[in-house]
């Protein structure tokens, strides 16, 4: 790539918080027109480099330039001055209010002391337009698709005329559909001029879009790449430090008894509309099946209904010869149920608690880590501290709220208090969402580990290839039910597409096979 100029030069930026350091002495160095990747595993410093970037934190030490002259960025409003805007992981938008209201939020243009809401739409929406962002000025935040929130997010940075945009982990929320539509606007905002730094960990979609990339390991810089002359496994190895594998190591599945039987399983959704179908589905000791699908077909009222969250209408679910639909959920988890949680802040967590009390949720009120209603520290401690070092979760203290740890980090901290319960049955519900490449390979393994000490597992992801990858079966989920069952060396990912669509097996087999009956690849 030819040498353009730099717009952005962050040289030496340390970041303390008390003795630990986020960002250790990082350089970074941002062209004009390019989309600069930042790539690095959960917690290995890159959000809080761009937090310093964006105003919300201030360096310990360390200079930024921007276009060439040095700045103070105290704040958010002076990164905003300075043309820099952030597209946060997790959006900033008030539900009640219109795209509009939310976009001119603490930016309002007055007419006579009174806001001119009308101005403030046609110029939205010409913004909308000459970007390719598709999104309604008029209508209201809860309404809109998270696709169309995200959008209306790139929409608020450039109303206040960023022209150097920050995505945090953009597509973590995304279909694939909308992945498509936000690299195409991307790409439309580097056209004109525009700048970009894209945190992710997803490699693939480095290769797809940015022309350079800089690798953070443990809050250092390891080295800038062009991504045109390096491969994905190279961008791995360089991220982790070690050779990753992207396969899933693991021998055949020796199924055994039926652990988990559901059957004609009705479930209503927040709307008392029928999210869950007739479900039938089994999963036996020693098998992962996986459950594809586009978000919103039922998965996540299943999961509930299952777990004991949501109401069951009728049906049943029988875990190991017992019926435990409409059960609470301390009697399903005692039954042998392990539950990796797809919303880990919401139902996984609580983050204001210490990592040590997080690991003792399930069991906390049995011995040895309480009697007669009293904790015992000491053991709560121990057993603490020994899950944290065999499933690396990195954290300063055990003590320390599990707040404070990356999503990664988070996980394995769920990840070692369900497993280690050893239940018979345990649902991984998007195991990996948000987690970099080391952090999958581990936890695909440890999903492995348990299929193979005759575990059943049931994986729901929006992940295909997690998907393909994992499972020894996968079920389609379509509108609530399940639309066909597949092996997946018997199926490829336009299939498993068609069936997520709603084709029947038979449809999607005939379109993804050529006329000589081959399977097309």
């Not at 990796?340 to 996984?348: A, F, L, Q, S």
Request: proline letters at 3%; charged letters at 30%.
């Amino acid at each position: 790539m030819s040498q353009r100029e730099t717009v952005i030069e962050m040289r030496g930026i340390t970041k303390q918080f008390g003795d630990f350091k986020a960002n250790d002495n990082i350089n970074l160095s941002v062209q004009k027109g390019e989309i600069h990747a930042l790539l690095g595993e959960n917690g290995a410093g890159k959000s809080t480099l761009m937090n310093v970037l964006s105003g919300i934190l201030e360096p310990t030490s360390g200079e930024i330039y921007v276009n060439g002259k040095k700045a103070e960025i105290d704040s958010p409003n002076k990164a905003n001055q300075l043309g820099i805007g952030m597209v946060h992981q997790h959006f900033m938008l008030v539900d009640d209010f219109t795209v509009t209201e939310n976009i001119i939020l603490g930016s309002e243009k007055t007419k006579a002391g009174v806001i001119d809401a009308k101005a403030a739409r046609k110029e939205i929406q010409e913004l909308s337009d000459r970007y390719g962002l598709m999104v309604d000025p008029s209508a209201r935040v809860e309404d809109i698709s998270v696709g169309m929130q995200q959008r209306a997010e790139i929409l608020k940075v450039l109303y206040r005329g960023a022209d150097i945009l920050i995505f945090d982990e953009p597509t973590a929320v995304l279909t694939p559909q909308e992945i498509d539509e936000l690299i195409n606007i991307m790409h439309s905002l580097t056209k004109e001029g525009k700048s970009i730094i894209l945190i992710t960990h997803k490699l693939d979609e480095i290769k797809r879009v940015a022309d350079r990339c800089t690798v953070i390991r443990r809050g250092k810089s390891i080295g800038t790449v062009n991504v045109e002359a390096t491969s994905q496994q190279e961008l791995a190895n360089m991220m982790v430090g070690r050779a990753v594998t992207f396969k899933v190591d693991k021998k055949p599945a020796t199924p055994k008894e039926t652990i988990l039987s559901i059957q004609d399983l009705v479930v209503k959704d927040n709307r008392k509309l029928d999210a869950v179908k007739g479900l039938n589905l089994e999963v036996k000791a020693g098998e992962v099946v996986g459950i594809a699908g586009i978000d919103g077909n039922g998965q996540s009222e299943l999961i509930e209904a299952i777990s004991g969250l949501r109401p069951v209408e009728s049906g049943k679910i029988i875990l190991e010869g017992k019926e435990i639909q409409n059960k609470k959920p301390r009697e399903i988890t005692e039954s042998g149920f392990g539950h990796i949680p797809e919303d880990r802040h919401r139902v996984g967590l609580v983050l204001p608690m210490s990592v040590k009390e997080n690991i003792v949720l399930q069991t906390y009120y049995q011995e040895p880590f309480s009697k007669n209603g009293i904790l015992n520290d000491k053991a709560i401690e121990e057993y603490s501290a020994k899950l944290v070092e065999e499933f690396d979760v990195r954290t300063q203290s055990i003590a320390n709220p599990v707040a404070s740890l990356s999503g990664g980090n988070q996980q394995k901290a769920i990840i070692a208090r369900e497993v280690d319960r050893d239940p018979s049955f345990l649902i991984a519900a998007q195991p990996t969402r948000g987690l970099d490449v080391g952090a999958i390979e581990y936890i695909h393994s440890r999903l492995v580990e348990q299929r193979d000490k005759g575990r059943a597992v049931l994986l729901v992801s929006f992940e295909l290839d997690e998907i393909m990858n994992v499972s020894d079966r996968i079920a389609v989920m379509y509108e609530g039910k399940i639309v066909g069952i597949v092996r997946p060396e018997e199926t490829n990912e336009e299939e498993l597409g068609l069936l997520m669509a709603g084709s029947s097996l038979e449809k999607a087999r005939a379109a993804t096979q050529s006329p000589d009956g081959k399977e097309k690849r």
